[in-house]
């Protein structure tokens, strides 16, 4: 085995670990989700059937990828921040995963603590959502966005952050 699972998490069976790939405490991969290179997820981590997850990203404590979520490389998920898979769920009347909504973090984005990403959007390449933010709509590459509901923030230092990853070979490493 070229990953690492903490004796306290369960992986079910039919499941992909890239090498390097560190689980810890009380985390729980399900069926058919599968899990880059060199990623770390925290304790009490979810993955849930069929999510797919990129090369090196870190999920950090208390977050759950539900079924529809995908990471796509680099993708950083803060502490308790939240997805959902459902924009009317009812317990009465679940839907089940042809109801679910696809949501979508490409190369690079970070979603801070606490933050929440309503289903069926996409975060942008080396966006960043800042802690405590709620997500309602789909977010552009390299924008940073705060507030309930979260809203791009002014771009005039961002940019000069945005030079920086699209000029530094080590986002590309690691």
């Not at 921040?81 to 317990?91: E, H, I, K, Q, S």
Request: aromatic share 10%; proline share 3%.
């Amino acid at each position: 085995m070229s990953y690492f699972v903490h004796e306290s998490s369960f992986i079910d069976d039919n499941v992909k670990i890239g090498k390097g790939t560190k689980i810890w405490h009380f985390s729980h991969v399900q069926s058919g989700a599968e899990i880059g290179e060199n990623c770390s997820f925290g304790q009490n981590v979810n993955v849930s059937n069929n999510v797919k997850i990129g090369n090196g990203c870190k999920v950090q404590n208390n977050v759950s990828l539900y079924e529809g979520v995908e990471l796509e490389d680099y993708v950083f998920c803060g502490p308790s921040m939240v997805f959902t898979n459902d924009l009317t769920p009812r317990a009465k009347y679940p839907k089940g995963s042809a109801g679910y909504k696809k949501t979508v973090l490409h190369t690079g984005a970070t979603i801070g603590a606490n933050a929440t990403v309503v289903c069926g959007h996409e975060i942008g390449q080396w966006a960043m959502v800042a802690a405590g933010a709620v997500v309602t709509k789909n977010v552009k590459p390299y924008a940073l966005m705060a507030g309930v509901p979260a809203k791009q923030m002014d771009l005039r230092v961002w940019s000069q952050t945005k030079r920086k990853f699209s000029m530094q070979s080590m986002w590309k490493k690691v």
